[in-house]
T-cell receptor
Framework: NAGVTQTPKFQVLKTGQSMTLQCAQD?????MSWYRQDPGMGLRLIHY???????DQGEVPNGYNVSRSTTEDFPLRLLSAAPSQTSVYFC?????????????FGPGTRLTVL | AQKITQTQPGMFVQEKEAVTLDCTYD???????LFWYKQPSSGEMIFLIY??????QNATEGRYSLNFQKARKSANLVISASQLGDSAMYFC?????????????FGQGTTLQVKP
């Protein structure tokens, strides 16, 4: 099993550009989430999904879109990149079952917006 | 509002000694879960230990144990016999509700450095 994979590992964008961060998992997990990590702060939830076709907003959703057409994939779209979106982005997945409902994280994407 | 607080930005510990990383939480839910994750300098997030709010025993996983004091709303991580490889950032996180919601709230993290 590859677990949770994210591409790209690094990305530099100019202000106003759009892009999609890819996330895939091969553990057949129902739940997937996107977090961002800024220096000196913990992870903050952007969007999450409890199954294919179902998504919802987290704590910091503005400027990001998601969709979930399959169980395996959960891409995160930046519509018009801003310097405030410079961050490390983590995708996570977990199963819908009895606890411990551990979230498994991908390796992260380091994004810089100039 | 739900919140996780880690008041120690940085900690030092001597190799082979034990260390406690503090975590306090705030929630109005009776049912919730508490997690600790380790983030080494390479950046990945590694799950360490889980405690459910109704678990009567403190969770243990090898050298990691969770000192759960429900009345004080604290969930401190204890690492026994510290090793150089334990140098990392450690995050406390909480899930509200009795079952998975796909959402975790994280604290700001504590950087631990283990001295030889």
């Amino acid at each position: 099993n590859a677990g949770v994979t994210q591409t790209p590992k690094f990305q530099v964008l100019k202000t106003g550009q759009s892009m999609t961060l890819q996330c895939a998992q091969d553990m057949n997990h129902e739940y997937m989430s996107w977090y961002r990590q800024d220096p000196g702060m913990g992870l903050r939830l952007i969007h999450y999904s409890v199954g294919a076709g179902i998504t919802d907003q987290g704590e910091v959703p503005n400027g990001y879109n998601v969709s979930r057409s399959t169980t395996e994939d959960f891409p995160l779209r930046l519509l018009s990149a801003a310097p405030s979106q410079t961050s490390v982005y983590f995708c996570a997945s977990s199963y819908r079952g009895t606890p411990p409902d551990t979230q498994y994280f991908g390796p992260g994407t380091r994004l810089t917006v100039l | 509002a739900q919140k996780i607080t880690q008041t120690q930005p940085g900690m030092f510990v001597q190799e082979k000694e034990a260390v406690t990383l503090d975590c306090t939480y705030d929630t109005s839910d009776q049912s919730y879960g508490l997690f600790w994750y380790k983030q080494p300098s390479s950046g990945e997030m590694i799950f360490l230990i889980y405690q459910g709010s109704y678990d009567e025993q403190n969770a243990t996983e090898g050298r990691y144990s969770l000192n759960f004091q429900k009345a004080r709303k604290s969930a401190n991580l204890v690492i026994s016999a510290s090793q150089l490889g334990d140098s990392a950032m450690y995050f406390c996180a909480m899930r509200e509700g009795g079952s998975n919601t796909g959402k975790l709230i994280f604290g700001q993290g504590t950087t631990l450095q283990v001295k030889p």
